[in-house]
């Protein structure tokens, strides 16, 4: 399937009948009893844990250990391959993280269609996930977006609000703290675009080392009013306390702390920059941790699960089965749809991660852009 019309069909929204539990698992022969999953922590873990580790825990018994640093993914399971101590059982990391670990060795390659269930209708679940399986160790999860919010009550702004991700850049008629992650990645794009770079140039410009430098130079016009993230929950969290502003984060969190928590914030479509999320299975675990990962990978992954986690986060599904079944929050009984970042009307100014780019220059970009944020 084509990435725009995977995207586009993610947005659909239908009547969403609640959690099923799968009659189809397979038997877990010779399985370890518990599980250490690495992931991001806030709305979007607690989202798995509902859709999927519950559910299975309560089938199976499993005790899940959470741990929420996929932010650290690579450097941790660098140095976990060196020490010779996998700890880990399951990670959930972003697309370009997942081909560098990949390509490392350090993730397990997959047969999609022998570990993961087919589609209710019996389509491969190679085919399901169509161009969301973007390296033979990454299992798809979600396709979700890194988009900017804001306070609706700054009295600063007299009224105005921001409507281009380039007001990120405007302390004049936007004053206040601002929140960016602390890592290069989307950072650049931005900065490049609001500095008159061609959306169609960027990833050209991105490659000379006087792009890196401008766009740097365009981030350093508002350094001094940053705050740099690590956690996805650190915006919402900061936005809600009133300690930022403005700040990025990952759509599904601000759509947390706008929906579920009720806070005077609001979401800054333009030029999100759209990315898949999936599991990396790191290479070399025992045979008892691995037939357990893969028996609830295989859970974990099937439409319905993809669809259920939609309840929780306004992620899309990275199955095109799943589309379908995307309804109402759980909770808030609100339509999930026109949340989701693959909305047609949230798809004004769109970036599609360029995951070949980042994974092949994100260990120089990223030591050039620390040392600049350590000066």
């Known amino acids: 399937m084509k990435l725009k019309h995977m995207l ?27 599980l250490t999953v690495v992931s991001w922590g806030g709305a979007y873990q607690a989202s798995q844990v509902n859709a999927y580790s519950n559910p299975y825990a309560e089938m199976t018994g499993t005790k899940f250990i959470y741990d929420e640093s996929s932010n650290e993914a690579v ?23 997942a081909v560098r670990l990949c390509d490392e060795g350090l993730a397990m390659e997959v047969d999609i269609d022998e570990i993961l269930a087919p ?19 990454f299992i798809p999860q979600i396709v979700f977006s890194t988009t900017f919010g804001y306070r609706t009550d ?7 609000v921001p409507t281009s991700v380039c007001d990120i850049f405007d302390l004049e008629k936007f004053p206040g703290k601002r929140a960016l992650e602390k890592r290069p990645k989307k950072n650049i794009e931005w900065a490049l675009l609001c500095d008159g770079v061609a959306k169609a140039d960027l990833y050209d ?28 929950a650190d915006t919402p969290q900061l936005l809600a306390d009133g300690e930022i502003v403005m700040g990025s984060t990952y759509n599904g969190r601000l759509f947390s702390v706008i929906e579920e928590q009720n806070q005077p914030v609001a979401m800054l479509w333009d ?23 893969k028996n609830f990978l295989y859970f974990a992954t099937d439409t319905q699960r993809l669809a259920d986690q939609a309840k929780y986060i306004s992620y899309g599904p ?11 929050h759980a909770e808030l009984g609100i339509e999930m749809g026109p949340h989701m970042p693959t909305d047609p009307a949230n798809m004004g100014n769109i970036i599609v991660n360029n995951i070949d780019w980042w994974s092949s220059y994100s260990d120089d970009v990223d030591a050039k852009f620390q040392a600049w944020l350590a000066k």
């Open 119 to 137: 589609a209710s209708d019996g389509t491969p679940a190679s085919e399901d996930f169509g161009e969301s399986l973007i390296s033979p160790c």
């Open 205 to 232: 410009v991105m490659e000379t080392d006087e792009g890196i430098d401008q766009a740097l130079a365009k981030l350093g016009t508002i350094k001094d009013e940053t705050i740099w993230w690590s956690a996805g």
């Open 75 to 97: 450097a941790k399971l660098r140095a976990m391959n060196e020490a010779g101590n996998i700890t880990w059982d399951l990670v959930d990391v972003e697309g370009p993280d």
């Open 271 to 293: 030029y999100q920059v759209f990315d898949f999320d999936g599991w990396i299975i790191p290479a070399g675990l025992p045979e008892e941790r691995l037939n357990r990962v």
């Open 8 to 34: 586009l069909a993610a947005a659909a929204s239908v009547a969403f009948t609640g959690p099923v539990i799968s009659e189809d698992l397979p038997e877990c022969e010779n399985c370890a009893d518990e």
């Open 318 to 328: 990275a199955r095109a089965s799943s589309a379908p079944l995307v309804g109402k």
């Open 154 to 160: 700054v009295e600063a702004w007299n009224g105005a």
